[in-house]
């Protein structure tokens, strides 16, 4: 089954050229059961590459573009009145999918944000005081443009919370965006992507990654780190339960990506960035996404790594 996961991987670094840690990053949250949170500024790939990865992936893709007029029920869904049969019928929003994009997440209202908090922490979403149950694979790619700030608004720390991981793309370099000009002049090879593992598959992968192990002194590195980032005066709120549950699940992940049945104190350290940074509140009310990488990255030195055998 790590064959399929291995296509999956390279056929995603052929759609996006050079960014092979961010795509690794990108399946760790899906892997792990989780969302993710794409920031970056626009024309660096990041509506190709959830298109792409919904393409390789045999489930249903929808799209939801995010703007200021967007109502919750645009996502969710809300029960319309059938005259003929002098009742109220559900009609599903977009939400009930697979791989769902929010696009441009930043430019709906607060209170149409929080559509998608149930969805994203539950699996579910409810209507009219009913539960509708959303399908078992169910992966959020949502994305924000961090320059433009006009019509545009703030994730609320609850939402940020809910996703694993957010990551950037970035600029490719001067020989990617060479090769990326040639490859792209006669055609675009998201048109020729076909899927190549199931959701069935998908779960069967999940499966495996909950064999993998982890050390017990390495989940005391993770309560250690989180621990440290609550007694630091620069943040209001540190690493919560969520954000040390998700660090795990995700390091378990990224080692089996990695082609190893057990945890490594590297694999923490790699994804605490991605996992956790997002996560801390500052007690100012604002700091960039550079400050809060770098105060982690200080709280992290400060915290012992274990020596242990993590083999188990």
């Known amino acids: 089954m790590k064959g399929k996961v291995l296509e999956l991987f390279d056929e995603l670094n052929k759609v996006i050229l050079g960014k092979e840690q961010a795509i690794k990053y990108l399946l760790t949250a899906m ?19 959830a298109k792409a990865l919904a393409l390789l992936l045999s489930g249903e893709f929808k799209r939801i573009q995010f703007t200021p007029d967007l109502l919750p029920a645009d996502i969710t869904g809300l029960s319309i009145y059938n005259t003929k049969e002098q009742d109220f019928v559900f009609k599903k929003g977009p939400v009930f999918s697979n791989i769902l994009l929010a696009d441009e997440i930043n430019r709906a209202t607060p209170r149409t944000q929080s559509a998608l908090l149930e969805a994203m922490q539950e699996r579910q979403v409810t209507i009219d005081s009913i539960c509708y149950s959303l399908p078992d694979e169910f992966f959020v ?27 950037e793309l970035g600029y490719p ?22 899927p190549v593992i199931s959701l069935d598959e998908i779960k069967s992968v999940k499966d495996e990654i909950k064999k993998v192990f982890i050390h017990p002194c390495l989940l005391e590195y993770v309560a250690d780190i989180a621990r440290a980032s609550r007694e630091t005066s620069s943040y209001a709120a540190g690493i919560s339960p969520r954000g040390s549950i998700t660090l795990v699940k995700c390091s378990k992940t990224y080692a089996y990506l990695n082609d190893r049945s057990f945890v490594t104190p590297d694999d923490i350290q790699e994804l605490s960035i991605p996992v956790l940074a997002h996560r801390l509140i500052p007690s100012n009310g604002y700091t960039s996404r550079v400050q809060a990488i770098e105060s982690l990255k200080a709280i992290i030195n400060k915290v012992n790594v274990p020596t242990e055998n993590f083999r188990g």
């Open 31 to 49: 892997l792990a059961d989780g969302h993710v949170l794409i920031e970056d500024v626009p024309g660096c790939g990041k509506t190709t590459l």
């Open 141 to 167: 790619i949502a994305t924000e443009n961090p320059v433009e700030t006009a019509g545009t608004f703030t994730l609320p720390e609850a939402e940020l919370d809910r996703f694993f991981m957010q990551i």
């Open 173 to 194: 370099s001067k020989e990617m965006e060479i090769a990326l000009l040639s490859d792209r002049l006669s055609s675009d090879p998201i048109d020729d992507l076909r």
